[in-house]
């Protein structure tokens, strides 16, 4: 495999320099019309009763009254919240509609009937669900929740590839801008990029950004992969010898990677995949002890679900994925904003690579 690319795994715009790392902090408090009584906890009794084992009485006190606002208004406003995985538990099972991986969640932007659509994720996903919902409107809690990975390389980046390795078609992941993807001929996600590699028939191709994925995927094919050196700063911090440390200290521990961690990561674990399928792996398996080796919230999230599961949690957090809040969300809703757009000359080339997954991957 062939490693290509100037920017560093931590290049991250000024905007996301400053993300907020801790998971529930708010900055205000947003006016709703409900406070927690007797009557709105028997009312919400039902929602908390699926986050009962991540999330506290005394934290249910807060969330209560704004999870009901925020679905009232959905409801008003013919909204649907698609919920990243790596959401907290109260946003991820109390006001998301479609929950799931960025494959997923692309899915049902493309078809929902609803007329707005608010992504509970990062702005490369708000913008995926622009490409493929064009007419709806999507808004964005927090416009500057980025991403190390789409921060990693630019249009004239992926324009200089193609000048330097002419013929070799271009795989982005998505975790990519729209000018990325408007550059490249097909997207791919973590479930399903070996099959979009071997899906174009050819001895050679670019799988950008992520060089832990193509590496991962590298594994997998016969294709030659040429990748770019972005990385994902939050898989990147795991270590192979912290995987050994941990099964060494925890006994009949499962432990279960996300491609976008380094290879001895990888090579230390019990099984490798997009969080659709660690989800699915442990909710089929249900091992006794378990590390999700990926962002954790979704620990958090597939708890809530396996009460009879231990999770060993090294809590790596996404810094861009934690600035999503019930706080703003509800905002997003009653505001109307962040509305996220794509130049149309673009969207309409992105779209092309988006769509071809989708087809691809059907
Ligand atoms: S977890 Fe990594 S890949 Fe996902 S949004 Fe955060 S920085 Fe990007």
Redesign the pocket.
């Known amino acids: 495999m062939e490693l290509v690319g100037a920017h560093s795994a931590h290049t991250l715009s000024a905007s996301e320099d400053v993300a907020s790392c801790a998971p529930r902090a708010r900055a205000k408090e947003p006016v709703t019309p409900y406070t927690f009584t007797p009557a709105l906890k028997r009312e919400m009794a039902p929602l908390y009763e699926r986050v009962k084992h991540v999330v506290t009485p005394m934290e249910w006190v807060h969330y209560a009254p704004i999870v009901k606002a925020i679905n009232e208004l959905k409801v008003k406003r013919n909204a649907v919240i698609l919920a990243h995985n790596?959401m907290t538990p109260e946003i991820f099972h109390c006001v998301g509609d479609f929950k799931g991986d960025s494959l997923q969640l692309a899915k049902e932007a493309a078809r929902t009937e609803a007329d707005v659509i608010v992504q509970a994720?990062?702005h490369?996903m708000a913008e995926t669900s622009k490409l493929l919902s064009p007419d709806k409107t999507v808004l964005i809690p927090d416009p500057l929740?980025?991403?190390?990975?789409?921060s990693s390389i630019t249009p004239e980046d992926v324009r200089a590839l193609r000048a330097a390795y002419p013929g070799v078609p271009i795989v982005t992941y998505v975790?990519t801008s729209a000018a990325v993807k408007a550059e490249c001929d097909i997207t791919c996600t973590s479930s399903n990029a070996v099959k979009i590699v071997e899906s174009l028939g050819v001895p050679r191709v670019l799988l950008i950004p992520?060089q832990y994925l193509a590496k991962y995927v590298q594994t997998k094919t016969k294709v030659e992969i040429i990748a770019w050196k972005g990385a994902?700063?939050?898989?990147e911090r795991f270590t192979g010898e912290e995987m050994n440390a941990m099964r060494e200290a925890e006994p009949g521990l499962k432990i279960i990677a996300h491609p976008?961690c380094p290879p001895d990561v990888i090579n230390a674990s019990d099984f490798t995949g997009s969080t659709a399928a660690m989800i699915d792996w442990v909710k089929t398996k249900r091992p006794a002890k378990v590390v999700l080796v990926?962002?954790c919230s979704m620990a958090s999230n597939v708890a809530a679900e396996a009460p009879d599961v231990e999770f060993v949690r090294p809590c790596n957090l996404?810094?861009?994925?934690k600035r999503i809040s019930l706080e703003n969300i509800y905002e997003a809703l009653l505001y109307n904003r962040y509305e996220v757009t794509v130049d149309p000359v673009v969207a309409e080339k992105a779209r092309r690579a988006v769509e071809r997954m989708v087809e691809a991957s059907a």
Not at 145 to 150: I, M, V
Not at 232 to 235: G, K, L, N, P, T
């Open positions: 790596y994720g990062v490369f929740a980025g991403c190390s990975l789409a975790n992520d994902c700063e939050v898989h976008e990926t962002e996404c810094p861009h994925m």
